[in-house]
């Protein structure tokens, strides 16, 4: 067997080596290194992709977060609502720019932010909701826009772990995560569904005015050389990046299959064993993998551990030679850059259970049965000790 990678980038390179090489040196050749034509190029197939209007890249998933809330006028004192559970640069972004984070309670089957939270925490200051679709499955948007729409708030999307998911709303329409609210952010970081070999990021619009807003933003705030029209940043993603992201961009719904796949094994060996909650993968909040969609892109496969020690299955994987991760061990409220006096603890019972129950497991588009069989049966073995 060969070694277990809790994200395999080699394996996944080695398949598509030759031709991420040639459009690697093709922009040496070129030196076209900032703002190429594999950056416009990259941008138009994207937006193709994603049936959205405007994708606007930029250095990083941060960025593209902390641009979007920029691009639409938030001002210091502004109230954002966002998750608790998620990794900190959601809140970090607020944070700098002087707004101030509202953090709330998720849902206890697939992790996202709680519908009924957002309605409870939304004042006068509410501006603007960031719904995250963690691990790779949407948010309630339905819910989220309706809410939006009856308080006038803008909804950004943090698609940073699920670029490529379908969303199917009550009506029956499809539309890819990201393209549902007014903009949306995502992150090419190499070990995203959708990565590059570096840091890599964008921004995602229906609206043409935002989008001339941020392409202004991301390039210093200059539409014209030396001409700086709004407050803006430098935040341009490379040729090189683009060159990556174009190779991969064709492979990306393949790549996603491939982690439904994985998932679909894990849950069928875990069916049944106490102790352990599967991660959701349909529509619908069920333990069901989807076969007919790809409502679920599993950036994560994230298991419950219930009335076990988790932490001393993380140990017992780590020496059998199995990665793993807690995402998150720590929630946001807890952490000591956001400590606000505003938080109840009895206001997070989810996350707060949730820190000491997930676990994720090696995900990828590399996966083999051999490995996904050595890693069900030496987590089932250590569990069924309980």
């Known amino acids: ?227 700086h029209d709004v407050v803006g940043v430098n935040s341009r993603l490379d040729s090189i990046q683009a060159a990556v992201l174009r190779a991969k961009l064709p492979l990306l719904d393949e790549y996603n299959a491939a982690r439904r796949n994985a998932a679909r094994k894990y849950s069928e060996a875990f069916a049944g064993v106490k102790n352990i909650v599967t991660p959701t993968g349909f529509c619908n909040n069920t333990q069901t993998i989807c076969d007919v969609c790809d409502c679920h892109v599993f950036h994560q496969y994230t298991l419950k551990i219930i009335n076990a020690d988790r932490d001393a299955l993380v140990n017992h994987l780590n020496e059998k030679g199995i990665p793993c991760g807690v995402y998150y061990p720590i929630p946001l409220h807890l952490q000591k850059a956001y400590r606000d006096e505003r938080y109840k603890e009895e206001d997070f019972t989810v996350t707060n259970q949730l820190i000491n129950e997930v676990i994720s497991l090696p995900m990828h588009t590399e996966l083999d049965d051999e490995q996904i069989d050595f890693i069900t049966k030496t987590v089932i073995n250590f569990i069924e000790k309980y």
């Open 1 to 227: 067997m060969k070694k277990i990678e809790m994200v395999d980038l080699k394996g996944q390179y080695q398949k598509i080596k030759e031709r991420v090489d040639s459009s690697i040196l093709n922009v040496i050749e070129t030196t076209a290194f900032v703002n190429g034509p594999e950056v416009h190029q990259f941008q138009k197939e994207l937006e193709t992709y994603l049936g959205v209007k405007h994708v606007i890249p930029c250095a990083n998933g941060t960025d593209a977060l902390q641009i979007a809330m920029m691009g639409l006028g938030l001002k210091p004192g502004d109230e954002v609502i966002t998750a608790d559970f998620t990794f900190a640069a959601t809140v970090e972004v607020i944070a700098l720019l002087q707004l101030t984070p509202v953090l709330v309670d998720v849902d206890p089957v697939n992790f996202n932010i709680d519908v009924e939270a957002i309605k409870k925490s939304i004042t006068p200051k509410t501006k603007a909701i960031v719904p995250v679709h963690l691990f790779g499955l949407a948010a309630n948007m339905d819910e989220i826009m309706a809410i939006a729409e009856e308080h006038n708030l803008y909804v950004i999307e943090d698609n940073a772990q699920g670029i490529g998911a379908d969303y199917t709303s009550k009506d029956g329409t499809k539309m890819k995560t990201g393209t549902i609210g007014h903009v949306a952010s995502t992150s090419f970081f190499p070990s995203k569904n959708l990565g590059c070999y570096g840091d890599g990021g964008a921004i995602f619009t229906n609206d043409d005015d935002l989008a001339h807003t941020i392409r202004g933003i991301v390039n210093h705030g200059m539409y014209v050389r030396y001409h």
